[in-house]
């Protein structure tokens, strides 16, 4: 009988058979080998013997873009095609250029280090623009992923490294005054199209610019109230090779599944929704079951409403930040405003998303106790 946790058994010949994980295959599943002895001791010797020549040898002829490639074909069978596309976009245009040729058992410190300064201060004869911390933080997780992923592929490499990860910047917020509101409801009701209902929804919901994109007639329940958000659409890399179109729409689940949510809306946003109900399966935004309004589209729409009422030029994000500054300075908790915003971590409603007017913040002082003054 195999010893626990040992995966070495005595066979009927009287020799002991040890078992060992030699490597992956490209689904993830691991590949196992044997090897054999007269005693206990001798098969579990000669399976470490096996196991550190096999690490030592494979190790030796991979280079970080070689991983790199193995990781990505990992991950393409782990994730969605959405996400799968930014890692491979961050391996492509960051990692696999500046650490290509780097062998994996001659990385160092010195090499992880370089390679992140040069993010923050490219060399001069590269002409090339310092990153943003963001994009940084986000390419070094990358690059921790694919490390990680060696150290468990070749476990002889001394992979443990310090990262010099960038403080996160402080991003400008975006949010419509209570004027600039007022004058953008007042036209969007005033010229009543898809588009523009569109940006009156998210106004009142929150929602994404993939969500709305990917809103269907079926996903509003006229009885409850509510907005059932199932969908999101991207505009994403196309990862195939030899691909004509280098960019696809993509139309999947939220990113995370506190994202699929459903979300209480006036009797008044209903009624409007519901004049232009079409029936079926139809698109919000087009009324079309085929056809789509993408979020680029969506976008330079909002863009062109801004500049025909004179307001400042902001993101589409913006009428998301706006949504939850409205609903704080209504009363409303952070937990619930988290849970209709589709967030999964509450502290990233309150770091992002809740931004307490210079009104707000008045009334908040005017109730200070009068024996303080």
């Given at each position: 009988?195999?010893?626990?946790?040992?995966?070495?058994?005595?066979?009927?010949?009287?020799?002991?058979?040890?078992?060992?994980?030699?490597?992956?295959?490209?689904?993830?599943?691991?590949?196992?080998?044997s090897v054999y002895g007269r005693t206990y001791t001798e098969a579990k010797n000669n399976r470490?013997?096996?196991?550190?020549?096999?690490?030592?040898?494979?190790?030796?002829g991979k280079t970080i873009g070689g991983l790199s490639e193995e990781w990505l074909r990992l991950?393409?069978?782990?994730?969605?095609?959405?996400?799968?596309?930014?890692?491979?976009?961050?391996?492509?245009?960051?990692?696999?250029?500046?650490?290509?040729?780097?062998?994996?058992?001659?990385?160092?410190?010195?090499?992880?280090?370089?390679?992140?300064?040069?993010?923050?201060?490219?060399?001069?004869?590269?002409?090339?623009?310092?990153?943003?911390?963001?994009?940084?933080?986000?390419?070094?997780?990358?690059?921790?992923?694919?490390?990680?992923?060696?150290?468990?592929?070749?476990?002889?490499?001394?992979?443990?490294?310090?990262?010099?990860?960038?403080?996160?910047?402080?991003?400008?917020?975006?949010?419509?005054?209570?004027?600039?509101?007022?004058?953008?409801?007042?036209?969007?009701?005033?010229?009543?199209?898809?588009?523009?209902?569109?940006?009156?929804?998210?106004?009142?919901?929150?929602?994404?610019?993939?969500?709305?994109?990917?809103?269907?007639?079926?996903?509003?329940?006229?009885?409850?109230?509510?907005?059932?958000?199932?969908?999101?659409?991207?505009?994403?890399?196309?990862?195939?090779?030899?691909?004509?179109?280098?960019?696809?729409?993509?139309?999947?689940?939220?990113?995370?599944?506190?994202?699929?949510?459903?979300?209480?809306?006036?009797?008044?946003?209903?009624?409007?929704?519901?004049?232009?109900?079409?029936?079926?399966?139809?698109?919000?935004?087009?009324?079309?079951?085929?056809?789509?309004?993408?979020?680029?589209?969506?976008?330079?729409?909002?863009?062109?409403?801004?500049?025909?009422?004179?307001?400042?030029?902001?993101?589409?994000?913006?009428?998301?930040?706006?949504?939850?500054?409205?609903?704080?300075?209504?009363?409303?908790?952070?937990?619930?405003?988290?849970?209709?915003?589709?967030?999964?971590?509450?502290?990233?409603?309150?770091?992002?998303?809740?931004?307490?007017?210079?009104?707000?913040?008045?009334?908040?002082?005017?109730?200070?106790?009068?024996?303080?003054?």
């Amino acid at each position: 009988m195999a010893r626990k946790g040992e995966n070495i058994r005595k066979r009927k010949d009287g020799r002991y058979e040890a078992r060992y994980k030699s490597g992956f295959k490209e689904n993830g599943d691991p590949i196992y080998k044997s090897v054999y002895g007269r005693t206990y001791t001798e098969a579990k010797n000669n399976r470490l013997r096996r196991i550190a020549e096999g690490e030592n040898r494979a190790a030796a002829g991979k280079t970080i873009g070689g991983l790199s490639e193995e990781w990505l074909r990992l991950k393409r069978l782990q994730v969605k095609s959405s996400t799968y596309a930014k890692y491979h976009a961050i391996v492509k245009t960051h990692i696999v250029g500046a650490l290509r040729g780097i062998s994996v058992n001659r990385l160092d410190q010195a090499a992880i280090n370089k390679f992140i300064r040069e993010m923050y201060e490219p060399d001069a004869e590269s002409r090339a623009e310092p990153l943003k911390s963001r994009t940084i933080r986000n390419i070094v997780s990358v690059l921790k992923q694919i490390i990680k992923f060696a150290a468990k592929q070749y476990r002889g490499l001394n992979l443990n490294f310090d990262y010099i990860i960038p403080k996160e910047e402080l991003a400008q917020t975006e949010v419509l005054c209570h004027d600039e509101q007022t004058r953008l409801v007042g036209y969007l009701l005033e010229n009543p199209t898809r588009k523009n209902l569109g940006l009156l929804i998210c106004l009142n919901t929150g929602m994404r610019i993939g969500e709305i994109c990917a809103l269907r007639q079926g996903d509003i329940d006229g009885d409850r109230l509510c907005i059932n958000v199932k969908k999101t659409m991207q505009r994403i890399k196309n990862t195939d090779a030899g691909a004509a179109a280098k960019t696809i729409i993509h139309i999947d689940e939220p990113k995370s599944r506190t994202s699929v949510r459903e979300i209480p809306i006036k009797r008044q946003l209903m009624d409007i929704i519901s004049s232009f109900d079409c029936g079926g399966d139809c698109f919000i935004l087009t009324g079309e079951s085929r056809r789509y309004v993408e979020p680029r589209t969506l976008e330079n729409h909002f863009q062109r409403t801004l500049e025909r009422l004179g307001i400042s030029r902001v993101k589409f994000h913006a009428l998301r930040h706006t949504f939850a500054t409205n609903m704080i300075e209504s009363g409303c908790d952070p937990k619930t405003l988290s849970e209709l915003l589709g967030h999964s971590d509450i502290q990233l409603t309150l770091k992002t998303y809740v931004h307490p007017s210079y009104d707000m913040k008045r009334r908040s002082i005017e109730k200070l106790p009068e024996y303080l003054l």
